[in-house]
Each structure stands twice: as C-alpha cells, then as structure tokens.
C-alpha cells in the first residue's frame, strides 16, 4: 500500500519510534520519510505518584503531542502511517490522540493524503485504557479503528495479519480493509510484490476466522484466549525484566498492547556491559557503533545468550 499511493518527492510520516522496515518501505516507494516524535514521559516526572529517588531510571509513557505533529504535515503529505498497538513500544494510540491525528488530516493535509493504520496486535490489547473511552470494536477492548472515526473511513486503509493474530507469522498472509478506489490500486501492485499469498495458507485462514469466534479452551472465543495467554507472558516477562534491573511500564497505569516491552536499562544493567562493547566498530548499528543499547544487546547475545533488539534509530 506504500507502493501505490506514493511518487517521488510525496512524503510520509511515520511517528518516532516506529516498525524499522517502514523506512525503507516508504523509500523503496519512491516516498520520503518524515519523523513525528513521540514524547516519552517517565514516571518521575509525576511528583504526585512517584516515590523515588530522581537519578532512578523509571518506565514511562509515550504521548503524540499535536503541535509534532502539525508542523510536520506540508503540501508534500501523502500519506500518514497509524500503529496501535504500536511496534516497538506497546503503546495504545488513545481515542483522544487519534482524533488528533483525524483534525490535523482534515485541517492541514492534502485532500488526496490517506492513513495507513496498521492494526496487526489489535487482538492483543493486554492492558486496556482505564478512562472510560468509546472502543468501536467488540472483541478488541480498548481499541479504537481509526477509520470509524468521523470522515475518516473514505481516507484509511486497516491492515491487518493472520500472522499476528494466530501466532504464525511465517503464514505472510493478511488482509487490508478500505474505500474501493483506495484498494483497487494495491490489487493492481500485489502480483508485483508477493504475485499471490499461498492458496493453502488462505484456505486455512478463511476456515479459522469463523472458528476463531467461537469458545476456545474455556474462553469466550480464541481472541479472548488469545489476549489471556499474552497477559501471563506479559506478567512474566515484567517480573523478570523488573527483577534483572530495568525499567518497564506500569500496566496497572499505562495502556498496553502487542508482544512487546519496551525496557529501559538501570544503572545495575549498564554498569555490567563490558567497556570493549561500547561505542565499538559495528556495521549494523546506527552511525557504524555499537551505542549503549547496542552494546547491550550484543553482549547479552554473545555472553548470556538472550536475545533484544536495540532501539536506537
């Protein structure tokens, strides 16, 4: 859907931190990315519910705040990318900071800019907003479709993935929903893309939609399963990572989505990487070094053999 709806010189925002492959994707379209930063506000900067010491690395909360936003969408915008639940961080985009999105779009992007909102874990919503917000889909608690907002059907396209949903990604089978003049175009490019997804993978995915709704292993339906057995890994992997010295959010307080913590490393964890990690020569990484986080993962990976995934862009 990048491919179709971009030409040279159309830009595209994507907010900051975001799914790595977007990037390229969006240049691999002809498109240039644009960054709105979102702004990451930790638990010690709220005085009234913080009980420690300042210098203490804390998890936090990621915003979309509108003045980011808005002065980054030009003439030049085609093209908006939504992820919420959100790759890497686990946040939920809330109803409020979407309707930001949907009356900056009308307000100041071009009539032709659309966005794609990229739902592939929205049957992972381990950790629903606690305000009472107005959710638009019944198995998914707590999320909200951007394209059920006001206007804003006619200017989205919804992806989303068998892959994510039935915890097979290898399937590399999914489906978009939008306007027919916006997914005609992305029938035309699909043969030049992937020529056509595996005739056993969409057979198996069109008998288990169905079955997916009915009572799974003692649940309501297998979304409900699904997003329980998420939760105890989610809990489990929380207690781990908060026992090992990181910071992680606070699910009690902080919505949450996806398969994904996004974990802060403490002052215990940084002071064991290994000095020869730090800032070495390493082609992957950001600039060509290995920056703190960088550093950690690869020492982790080669000294205590868990695997992260670093978060510098």
Not at 173 to 197: D, K, M
Request: hydrophobic share 35%; proline share 7%.
């Amino acid at each position: 859907s990048h491919h179709h709806n971009t030409i040279t010189g159309d830009e595209v925002i994507l907010f900051d931190p975001f799914f790595d492959l977007y990037v390229n994707q969006v240049k691999l379209a002809g498109g240039t990315p644009v960054f709105v930063p979102l702004t990451f506000v930790p638990y010690n900067n709220d005085s009234e519910s913080y009980d420690g010491d300042d210098d203490t690395i804390t998890g936090g909360e990621w915003v979309l705040e509108r003045s980011e936003l808005e002065k980054k969408i030009t003439s030049k915008t085609k093209a908006i990318v939504l992820n919420s639940p959100h790759n890497p961080t686990g946040k939920m985009f809330t109803r409020k900071e979407m309707m930001i999105l949907a009356e900056s779009l009308e307000a100041l992007a071009p009539s032709n800019c659309i966005v794609l909102s990229d739902e592939v874990y929205k049957y992972i919503v381990h950790s629903p907003p606690k305000e009472d917000e107005e959710s638009t889909s019944a198995l998914c608690k707590g999320h909200t479709h951007f394209a059920a907002l006001p206007n804003m059907w006619d200017r989205t396209i919804t992806i989303s993935s068998a892959g994510k949903t039935f915890s097979a990604t290898g399937w590399q089978v999914g489906w978009c929903i939008g306007p027919e003049r916006l997914i005609a175009p992305i029938h035309q490019l699909l043969p030049y893309v992937q020529f056509c997804a595996s005739t056993v993978i969409q057979e198996a995915l069109a008998r288990s939609l169905p079955r997916a709704d009915n009572e799974y292993l003692g649940y309501d339906s297998y979304y409900h399963y699904l997003n329980a057995t998420y939760t105890r890994k989610r809990d489990l992997l929380v207690a781990a990572l908060t026992q090992a010295g990181f910071a992680v959010p606070d699910y009690d307080r902080t919505p949450g989505g996806g398969f994904f913590i996004f974990a802060r490393a403490g002052k215990e964890i940084v002071d064991q990487i290994p000095p020869s990690y730090i800032m070495a020569p390493n082609d992957a990484a950001p600039g060509g070094v290995a920056r703190q986080d960088w550093a950690l993962c690869q020492w982790l990976a080669e000294e205590v053999g868990v695997l992260c995934i670093p978060s510098s862009p």
